[in-house]
């Protein structure tokens, strides 16, 4: 890669059609060896960085680069701010430390019996089915659950956010700013319910995220009701998606090692380290974005003031210069506490520990109710902004 300013190259395109379980990695792969700094024309232009040290320093580096501009790849179309991914230090900090409350140790231990009761009660008669997508009968389905515990929702309100989240996603891949708007209106609709009825009392701020951000002061002052809104609204999405492309890139993997199938089901024990090598070998997150506060240089290349710069975690995550034979799993590998899949530094991802939950009950439990699975059709993948599957047929054995 040279230093010459490169805006008109266009080394790859992020939407490009019939996109398989591998091709994006060895796409990646490629550019990594010449561009780790990639550039695309679409969406109206855009820097990608591949490479870890390179998402490693737009991510960490502040003072150079900015969320509250553009922190998506494509940039679309919303209404007022989500705190605390749309603010920078310090202002971000009065939300960051409400929502860091809710993900302590002590919250997740009291939390997992109903997480894992949520998976047993949907993969049950999945696997008595012996035919199942667990993409769309228990990824698109499982977080629902999940957060109608977390947030204190009915079920019928949490799967609502889950559907109408998924279509907004949708609505965002193909630039649709018209139902972009409409569905981000309905999730601030389900927003604001959340928010009165908490106003109403009867919730614990030491049990609730929402009742907690209302009850919570900032300079001697409550947070801006406009504020707590955004910040509820990004809340109540924020999990929802990258779970549901996941999880079944985990079982698209297992389905092709039948060796460590059987070994984390012989040796259930391995499974978080098998969890942690998973969401490095498989990050779903690639459009994720931050803003040039001003001309500066990353890589050698010249990046103007106002330039977007996807982050490609996807890619990152398997950069060889940081991770040896990183296209390949490795089940204890020395240095996986170095993956970015949940970002770092002020913007690093608060529901990590619930996250690492989801998955390691999943397996643990889908491992332990199955004699084996195997993949019964070609997994279909999700489209940029995420890296994942849609689709992932199984033919399972029931234990």
């Given at each position: 890669m040279t230093t010459a300013d490169r805006r008109d190259a266009h080394d790859f395109d992020p939407v490009r059609p019939g996109e398989t379980f591998t091709s994006a990695h060895a796409e990646f792969a490629e550019l990594r060896s010449r561009c780790p700094l990639a550039r695309s024309q679409t969406y109206d232009g855009f820097w990608a960085a591949l490479g870890y040290d390179e998402v490693l320093t737009v991510i960490t580096d502040i003072d150079r680069f900015t969320t509250s501009r553009q922190n998506a790849v494509p940039k679309f179309a919303f209404t007022g701010v989500r705190p605390p991914l749309h603010l920078d230090p310090p202002e971000h900090m009065a939300y960051r430390r409400v929502i860091n409350g809710a993900f302590t140790p002590p919250r997740m231990r009291a939390l997992e019996?109903?997480?894992?009761?949520?998976?047993?009660g949907l993969l049950d008669p999945l696997i008595d089915a012996r035919w199942v997508d667990v993409c769309r009968q228990y990824a698109q389905r499982f977080p629902a659950f999940v957060f109608a515990e977390f947030f204190n929702l009915s079920t019928d309100v949490s799967e609502e956010i889950k559907q109408v989240s998924g279509r907004y996603v949708d609505a965002i891949q193909v630039l649709d700013h018209d139902v972009v708007k409409s569905l981000s209106g309905r999730?601030?609709?389900?927003?604001?319910?959340?928010?009165?009825?908490?106003?109403?009392?009867?919730?614990d701020p030491r049990e609730d995220l929402t009742a907690a951000l209302i009850a919570t002061d900032y300079r001697g002052e409550p947070l801006p009701a406009p504020m707590v809104l955004g910040c509820v609204r990004q809340l109540i999405v924020t999990g929802m998606v990258a779970p549901s492309v996941f999880i079944g890139n985990m079982f698209v993997h297992?389905?092709?090692?039948?060796?460590?199938?059987?070994?984390?089901?012989?040796?259930?024990?391995?499974?978080?380290?098998?969890?942690?090598?998973?969401?490095?070998?498989?990050?779903?997150?690639?459009?994720?974005?931050?803003?040039?506060?001003?001309?500066?240089?990353?890589?050698?290349?010249?990046?103007?003031?106002?330039?977007?710069?996807?982050?490609?975690?996807?890619?990152?995550?398997?950069?060889?210069?940081?991770?040896?034979?990183?296209?390949?799993f490795e089940l204890h590998r020395p240095n996986i506490a170095d993956h970015i899949s949940f970002g770092r530094g002020t913007h690093s991802c608060p529901g990590a520990p619930l996250a690492r939950m989801m998955m390691r009950v999943t397996l643990e439990e889908a491992l332990s109710r199955s004699a084996g699975f195997q993949l019964a059709g070609e997994p279909e993948m999700a489209i940029w902004a995420e890296w994942g599957t849609r689709s992932v047929p199984l033919e399972v054995v029931r234990a």
């Open positions: 019996p109903k997480v894992r009761a949520a998976a047993v999730l601030y609709d389900i927003a604001q319910d959340i928010i009165d009825s908490r106003r109403g009392g009867g919730y297992l389905s092709r090692d039948t060796e460590l199938q059987d070994r984390l089901r012989a040796e259930p024990g391995l499974i978080p380290a098998a969890v942690e090598e998973f969401l490095r070998l498989y990050s779903p997150y690639r459009g994720m974005a931050r803003t040039a506060r001003t001309d500066t240089e990353l890589s050698g290349q010249p990046i103007r003031a106002g330039d977007p710069i996807a982050l490609v975690y996807t890619s990152a995550n398997r950069d060889e210069r940081v991770f040896p034979d990183g296209e390949t």
